[in-house]
């Protein structure tokens, strides 16, 4: 039985990698990362991440960010109580395509609508766990700071 020479194991596998290299390098896929926040405290904490994560990451053509909010954080985003350092950043970063997702079972229990909360903000009537889970699912990045 006669076996490869070493120089083709090699050749082969330098055009192995080359042709991955290649496909890699040919079409970059866009990072999709999801922020879990549900801790009011960390509310202003979790807005500025995303902030330099846009900026680090290249800009919204290069990251998608998405934020899914539940539990005692949802109280910072509503529309009633007008807190600029919380309204600001929400609109720059609606602005830039980051996706807003309010947990419907937190809205129930708040007894609020999504209308309540600022613009921009989808309810998520499977709950924000789910919605979380589900993104994984797909691929997307999770981070909870």
Not at 70 to 78: D, I, T, V
Not at 119 to 132: D, T
Request: include cysteine; aromatic fraction near 6%.
């Amino acid at each position: 039985m006669k076996f490869p020479s070493r120089r083709s194991l090699v050749a082969a596998a330098l055009a192995a990698t080359g042709a991955s290299a290649a496909k890699a390098d040919d079409a970059p896929a866009k990072l999709r990362v999801v922020y879990h926040l549900a801790d009011l405290e960390k509310v202003n904490f979790v807005l500025s991440n995303m902030q330099n994560h846009l900026k680090g990451g290249g800009g919204p053509e290069k990251v998608t960010l998405a934020l899914v909010v539940h539990g005692p954080a949802l109280a910072a985003f509503r529309r009633m109580d007008g807190n600029v350092a919380v309204s600001g950043p929400v609109a720059a970063l609606l602005a830039a395509g980051v996706g807003f997702h309010a947990c419907g079972n937190t809205l129930k229990g708040m007894k609020i609508s999504v209308g309540d909360l600022l613009e921009g903000f989808a309810e998520v009537p499977e709950g924000g766990v789910v919605r979380l889970a589900a993104l994984q699912g797909q691929g997307w990045a999770y981070l909870r700071p």
